[in-house]
């Protein structure tokens, strides 16, 4: 009854936080233009030099959002502010060969000079490191990533920040590969703490950068991006029931599973299943609510979410 009551309160006090999900596939806005509507602003919120659609290429559809190599973009996509609650934010990524790409994380939309929260996120920096990029300034440095080249790939960002922004936390994971682990504080090396979950900033800071953005999800757990139909077709492995009470199983027409993890909510590791000989885990063991089955298999990591009844 003290939980049900403590819910209610938080649902009254941060109605905009309630069964959220925002998604823009760059569809809606007519094609060769400069896009400042609904989420999307500029720097200058002036939308001079703001993401641009096109057909070069898509994820979905027939559009996509292009940051061009003119040394002057800025385009801001706005989370809202965001204060409490669990958040989750993905996208799809395209950076051609010998080109180059940076976004940040911003403490407010309209987004200003040295407002990143964590530091740049760097593709191929220089044109001297093709497939290879890093993450600026997080709380455990700085922190290197691998991605590919002339194909789309996925970013998913993770936001618990249910005690407040001051205790929040995240993780980041990139083309299936956890780059920043569940639990890492939100804040850069020195631990500047962060104003809010503001937005992105999708920049352009010389003419070797050209990418491309398409299907952008700004979600809470409870209508969470990852069940969109058309990234379950992409995953090696179905994870049922779901939710599930007592056993999981994992099944694929490709591969067989070598180790399964299970994360809670904050990043800790809470069942880990080795030599698979079974198709399922048993998960009676675990508490109602939220978890991340991370899976590892000859062609390498996908992580799902799970509901625990």
């Given at each position: 009854m003290k939980a049900m009551y403590f819910l209610a309160m938080v649902l009254l006090m941060y109605p905009l936080y309630s069964y959220a999900q925002?998604?823009?596939?760059?569809?809606?806005?007519?094609?060769?233009?400069?896009?400042?509507?609904n989420r999307w602003t500029t720097m200058d919120d002036l939308c001079e030099f703001g993401i641009m659609t096109t057909d070069f290429v898509a994820y979905s559809g027939t559009q996509s959002g292009m940051v061009p190599g003119n040394g002057l973009t800025s385009?801001?996509?706005?989370?809202?502010?965001?204060?409490?609650?669990?958040?989750?934010?993905?996208?799809?990524?395209?950076?051609?060969?010998?080109?180059?790409?940076?976004?940040?994380?911003?403490?407010?939309?309209?987004?200003?000079e040295d407002q990143s929260i964590v530091g740049n996120f760097v593709f191929n920096?220089?044109?001297?490191?093709?497939?290879?990029?890093?993450?600026?300034?997080?709380?455990?440095?700085?922190?290197?990533?691998?991605?590919?080249?002339?194909?789309?790939?996925?970013?998913?960002?993770?936001?618990?920040?249910?005690?407040?922004i001051a205790l929040a936390v995240w993780y980041m994971e990139l083309?299936?590969?956890?780059?920043?682990?569940?639990?890492?504080?939100?804040?850069?090396?020195?631990?500047?703490?962060?104003?809010?979950?503001?937005?992105?900033?999708?920049?352009?800071?010389n003419t070797d950068h050209l990418f491309f953005v398409d299907d952008l999800c700004l979600s809470q757990v409870d209508f969470p991006c990852t069940l969109r139909t058309q990234d379950f077709k992409r995953s090696l492995f179905t994870l049922s029931p779901n939710p599930v009470s007592e056993r999981l199983y994992l099944s694929s027409d490709h591969?067989?599973?070598?180790?399964?993890?299970?994360?809670?909510?904050?990043?800790?590791?809470v069942q880990q299943v080795?030599?698979?000989?079974?198709s399922s885990i048993?998960?009676?063991?675990?508490t109602p609510g939220i978890y991340f089955v991370e899976i590892t298999s000859a062609y390498g990591t996908e992580v799902h979410r799970v509901v625990r009844e």
């Open positions: 925002f998604f823009d596939g760059m569809e809606e806005y007519p094609l060769g233009v400069t896009v400042c509507a385009a801001g996509y706005d989370l809202g502010d965001i204060i409490f609650g669990e958040w989750f934010f993905d996208f799809w990524m395209y950076v051609p060969s010998n080109k180059e790409a940076t976004f940040s994380i911003q403490n407010s939309v309209p987004v200003f920096p220089g044109l001297a490191t093709p497939g290879e990029g890093y993450i600026e300034d997080t709380a455990l440095g700085q922190v290197p990533f691998t991605f590919p080249h002339d194909q789309w790939f996925r970013i998913v960002m993770g936001f618990d920040i249910t005690a407040g083309d299936g590969i956890i780059v920043v682990p569940w639990g890492t504080a939100f804040t850069n090396e020195a631990g500047d703490l962060a104003v809010a979950l503001g937005g992105m900033n999708f920049v352009s800071l591969a067989q599973w070598e180790t399964v993890t299970v994360y809670s909510l904050s990043g800790s590791i080795t030599a698979a000989t079974t048993d998960v009676q063991a675990l």
